[in-house]
T-cell receptor
Framework: DGGITQSPKYLFRKEGQNVTLSCEQN?????MYWYRQDPGQGLRLIYY???????QKGDIAEGYSVSREKKESFPLTVTSAQKNPTAFYLC???????????????FGPGTRLTVL | QKEVEQNSGPLSVPEGAIASLNCTYS??????FFWYRQYSGKSPELIMF????GDKEDGRFTAQLNKASQYVSLLIRDSQPSDSATYLC????????????FGTGTRLTVIP
């Protein structure tokens, strides 16, 4: 049963704590992505990775960190430097191809993070 | 920063009517365009993609693309209450492989 899993589904964090969100995929996709979604907003790209051991900052990377040690896994750490981390976090993956070609991004179920 | 604009709605249509969702984008070089549906509290799922000018039909859904006007739309015919969701327009980034820029979404409610 192929897909993307994210855990936990809900996460509560105290101010000043770092937390790590898990994202795993068994679709054999090279590319993985982290997005943040705030109420009534679209998706904003935090980090992305096109290949193992390489990743790039997206539009809102400040206060976040990632690693890509395995093809299947792309964990996101929300650090205490992130001033307003309460949001819905979505992980996605896709195949990679030539520029301009279509490669659908598949999304995990999301993690809802709340800072207490 | 690439911009993708959508009419934020909310949009309400009666059951059986046609729902029309619109999206404009700023990067004239964009080639591929996507419509995702997102139910409340859930993750987005792809319902249509289009990369050629004109119309593309899939069941009750039709995507329309006009690159000269930098405009892409989604029509939902015979709208059903189950179509009530937020619809996100996304445009492929031409500078980085596979990255997508998303609009803020249009919330659609189909009234029984």
């Amino acid at each position: 049963d192929g897909g993307i899993t994210q855990s936990p589904k809900y996460l509560f964090r105290k101010e000043g704590q770092n937390v790590t969100l898990s994202c795993e995929q068994n679709l054999n996709h090279d590319a993985m992505y982290w997005y943040r979604q705030d109420p009534g907003q679209g998706l904003r790209l935090i980090y992305y990775s096109q290949i193992v051991n390489d990743f790039q900052k997206g539009d809102i990377a400040e206060g976040y960190s990632v690693s890509r040690e395995k093809k299947e896994s792309f964990p996101l750490t929300v650090t205490s430097a992130q001033k307003n981390p309460t949001a819905f976090y979505l992980c996605a993956s896709s195949m990679t191809g030539q520029r301009g070609s279509y490669n659908e991004q598949f999304f995990g179920p999301g993690t809802r993070l709340t800072v207490l | 920063q690439k911009e993708v604009e959508q009419n934020s709605g909310p949009l309400s249509v009666p059951e059986g009517a046609i729902a029309s969702l619109n999206c404009t984008y700023s990067d004239r070089g964009s080639q591929s365009f996507f419509w995702y549906r997102q139910y409340s509290g859930k993750s987005p799922e792809l319902i249509m993609f289009i990369y050629s000018n004109g119309d593309k039909e899939d069941g009750r859904f039709t995507a329309q693309l006009n690159k000269a006007s930098q405009y892409v739309s989604l029509l939902i015919r015979d709208s059903q209450p189950s179509d009530s969701a937020t619809y996100l327009c996304a445009v492929e980034d031409q500078t980085g492989a596979n990255n997508l820029f998303f609009g803020t979404g249009t919330r659609l409610t189909v009234i029984p």
